[in-house]
């Protein structure tokens, strides 16, 4: 599952089909990943991810850019293989400001 503000998605080809109506809105995207926190217990485990997420677009003819200081918290489930995997992530977007781009 996928959640933020706004939206909840629930499966992977549901999250897969609906991100190009989430992503295509912005002309690029940069998102510079913090701090981290996992914790594991056997085949689960939870965690939480700090980011400052930068969306450039344009809005009303003029470039701009968006900037979210953001959280992803984060459950995990290892599979039969060993690999790890999302189970669930949730968006939660703490700041957010938007300014003029200039060139």
Not at 17 to 27: K, V
Request: charged fraction near 30%.
């Amino acid at each position: 599952m996928l959640k933020g503000a706004g939206f909840e998605l629930a499966g992977r080809e549901r999250i897969l089909r609906a991100l190009p109506t989430i992503t295509d809105r912005y002309r690029a995207t940069f998102h510079a990943v913090h701090n981290q926190t996992l914790e594991i217990a056997g085949d689960e485990a939870t965690g939480e991810t700090y980011c400052v997420a930068t969306h450039l677009l344009e809005r009303d003819g003029a470039a701009r850019k968006l900037d979210w200081g953001i959280r992803y918290q984060d459950r995990y489930q290892r599979g039969g293989d060993g690999t790890w995997r999302f189970s669930r992530r949730e968006l939660i977007v703490d700041w957010e400001q938007e300014l003029p781009l200039s060139s």
